[in-house]
């Protein structure tokens, strides 16, 4: 294993919670690298406005949000590599993360990788992923200009992502498969009163259909979910908005995860099960998942990592 560079933090992630940590890290002097991924920025690349980040009283574009945190990281020392890493070593000290044929090591390591969007695992689903059917309302709803969607799911981002589509599209409809709603209620309000937005309720998709050679989708079969009645429902675009994994396969033998693969850190805390090792952001968050909590967690994570490196070297 050629040793390319030591550090005494690498930050795996580049989200809220990442930048945070980088942010910390570097004004404390430290030596910092953050593994950003390839599409740096974390979940805000996907998202339109943020309302609710304090400091923005008009709101403010995720990925404009994220350029910020990136130059304020910048600012403070850390080295910033638009890389993914592929692999860690945990079970040696100093602690190894391969990134392509680079090997970096450090000191201690804040994993800040975050979650991703969850598909719905039909075969249909597959074959139009990218071609009529999106899990990012804010990268693809400009090819929907015009014609009519529908969105799957109960939850905030299924309200944010139809109220978004409206922008584009002449009709959305939200399709949920129960009647209780998880997004809170003035995101299910803000959708209710939108004209160009209709809600059905007990419904799940069964499949999507149209043109693979072409890439269009025309419509999907939906099923009713009391009664599993099948019925069509035409539509050209399908965005799934039903909710995030967590980034941790990587880690998966060598942390403590909860059941659902989230990252267990102690609690009020962001150590992980490994001394030295610190999660951060919704890696380790399946509870608030916010771009302010996971920016706190990551000044958390970055303290943490501070005040536990001090120990070593007294
Ligand atoms: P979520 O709250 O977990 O909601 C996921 C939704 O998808 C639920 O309605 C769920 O239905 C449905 N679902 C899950 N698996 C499904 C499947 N296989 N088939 C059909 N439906 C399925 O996820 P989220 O909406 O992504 O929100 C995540 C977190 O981010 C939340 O804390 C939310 O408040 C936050 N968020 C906030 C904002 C904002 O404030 N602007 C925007 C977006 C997200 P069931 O309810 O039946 O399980």
Not at 39 to 46: A, D, F, S, T, Y
Not at 56 to 77: H, T
Request: glycine share 10%.
């Amino acid at each position: 294993m050629s040793e390319v560079k030591h550090y005494d933090v690498i930050i795996i992630g580049s989200g809220p919670a990442g930048y945070t940590a980088a942010v910390y890290a570097g004004r404390a002097n430290l030596n910092t690298l953050v593994l950003e991924g390839i599409e740096r920025g974390g979940q805000l690349m996907i998202t339109s406005d943020v309302e609710n980040f304090p400091g923005f009283p008009e709101g403010i574009m995720g990925p404009d949000m994220m350029e910020l945190f990136r130059k304020q990281a910048a600012r403070f020392g850390a080295t910033l590599e638009t890389k993914l890493a592929d692999e860690v070593v945990f079970d040696q000290k100093p602690f190894k993360v391969r990134s392509s044929e680079t090997w970096y090591s450090a000191d201690a390591i804040i994993i800040a990788t975050g979650a991703s969007a969850r598909f719905l695992g039909i075969p249909s689903e597959l074959a139009f992923k990218g071609k009529g059917v999106s899990a990012c309302a804010t990268c693809d709803g400009f090819f929907f200009r015009g014609k009519e969607v529908a969105v799957v799911g109960g939850g905030d981002s299924a309200m944010e992502e139809a109220n978004f589509l409206t922008k584009f599209a002449t009709k959305v409809t939200i399709l949920h498969r129960r009647d209780e709603f998880r997004a809170s209620k003035i995101m299910v309000d803000r959708a209710r009163n939108n004209p160009k937005i209709e809600i059905k309720t007990f419904t799940e998709v069964d499949s999507v259909y149209g043109d693979e050679k072409t890439g269009t989708v025309a419509g999907v079969k939906l099923k009713d979910t009391k009664t599993g009645e099948i019925s069509d429902f035409p539509v050209q675009g399908l965005f799934i908005a039903i909710g995030h994994d967590p980034n941790t396969k990587m880690f998966e033998g060598k942390l403590k995860m909860d059941a659902q693969k989230y990252i267990l850190t102690e609690p009020g805390k962001t150590k992980t099960s490994l001394e030295g090792v610190f999660a951060c952001g919704d890696v380790q968050d399946s509870y608030y998942r916010q771009a302010i909590t996971a920016a706190g967690s990551g000044c958390m994570a970055a303290i943490e990592a501070e005040r536990w490196l001090e120990e070593q070297h007294s």
